[in-house]
């Protein structure tokens, strides 16, 4: 079981755009795994790691934007869900790209990747 107060702690040092960009490389992370066949027990950690870091840059910058809170509320439902659904290919690659999508939304909302940095 992962120490949260550590990661917390850890997260919390970091710039707004860090944290974003931590934030998008857990649901790539996510993303990955349910590629891969969707492993059971690590799956959920990272949904968790999700809802930590998520609420965490929420509460350091006040942020209640629409986007997060539909962020969350999907989170939060995969996570009631994954024991009915982590054996149903259909479901866990919906999840999958769903992830994806949001990782990459985030990423750019970071503002650590832009388009001079990709062609250098």
Not at 89 to 103: C, F, H, M, Q
């Amino acid at each position: 079981m992962p120490n949260w107060s550590a990661i917390e702690a850890s997260f919390v040092n970091q710039t707004h755009a860090q944290q974003l960009g931590e934030l998008a490389a857990c649901l790539a992370r996510l993303n990955s795994w349910l590629e891969k066949s969707a492993n059971r027990e690590l799956v959920p950690l990272l949904i968790e790691e999700s809802l930590v870091y998520l609420s965490l840059i929420r509460q350091k910058n006040e942020i209640n934007n629409f986007e997060f809170n539909e962020l969350q509320n999907l989170l939060q439902t995969w996570k009631q869900e994954w024991i009915n659904i982590w054996d149903k290919p259909t479901e866990t690659a919906s999840i999958a790209v769903i992830a994806s999508n949001w990782s990459q939304l985030i990423l750019d909302m970071s503002g650590l990747v832009t388009s001079e940095s990709m062609s250098a």
